[in-house]
């Protein structure tokens, strides 16, 4: 089966990206870009982000997952460390994350390397999650195989019965954090002359580069 689909195409026309108005630290730019995003009325989960890891053969691999803090240390996510993209970071720390905001015609990709977040934050995080999840984070392998549907629900079920309240934080829960060696801001311009905007840490200090589209 063969679909012809180039005809697709959006015209980029929203803002531009020149260097006489970015400052000096990409994490202002990446402030100012998210709290657009998070005011945007058409970006339904701005915090969602694209990771990619690589796994023991040296393949890439990518999923969804959401961002729950950022600062000047890096960007916050949660997962199961024994789920597969969990061993994948644990065994090899270089990791890229990625956000795209359509309705923005812009783009974020940020290289760095993970590392766990202390385990008081973890549980921190963890506590203050809805019920719901804190027992669905105990109820799921992640990765793992599951032999059906039912036997997930049944035993969220049972693990409600077993923690009306105050579920416990799974040892094998927690949260990384990525710290970044590079940014590349992304904003869509007409006739496809985008501008990109790299910043990348040379020395403890943050230097840009334009890139051809």
């Known amino acids: 089966m063969k679909e012809n689909i180039g005809h697709l195409r959006v015209n980029y026309d929203k803002f531009q990206l020149l260097e006489e108005n970015i400052p000096s630290n990409p994490f202002e730019l990446f402030r100012g870009w998210f709290e657009n995003a998070k005011n945007h009325s058409e970006v339904i989960e701005p915090n969602a982000m694209t990771i990619a890891t690589v796994d023991e053969n040296n393949a890439p691999q990518i999923r969804i997952v959401l961002l729950k803090e950022y600062s000047l240390n890096g960007f916050v996510f949660f997962t199961n460390y024994d789920s597969k993209k969990g061993k994948e970071l644990i065994n090899n720390n270089n990791a890229s994350i990625l956000f795209f905001w359509e309705s923005l015609h812009r783009q974020i990709r940020i290289q760095g390397k993970v590392e766990k977040i202390d385990r008081k934050d973890t549980i921190e995080y963890f506590n203050s999650r809805p019920y719901e999840s804190r027992i669905g984070a105990i109820a799921s392998n992640q990765s793992s195989h599951l032999e059906s549907r039912e036997f997930l629900e049944k035993r969220y079920q049972d693990l409600k019965q077993k923690y009306p309240e105050n579920p416990p934080c799974p040892e094998n829960w927690g949260g990384f954090i990525l710290?970044?060696?590079?940014?590349?801001?992304?904003?869509?311009?007409?006739?496809?002359?985008?501008?990109?905007?790299?910043?990348?840490?040379?020395?403890?200090d943050w230097k840009t580069k334009r890139l051809y589209p």
């Open 179 to 204: 710290k970044p060696n590079s940014f590349e801001f992304w904003q869509g311009r007409e006739s496809r002359l985008h501008d990109r905007i790299v910043y990348e840490l040379i020395n403890n």
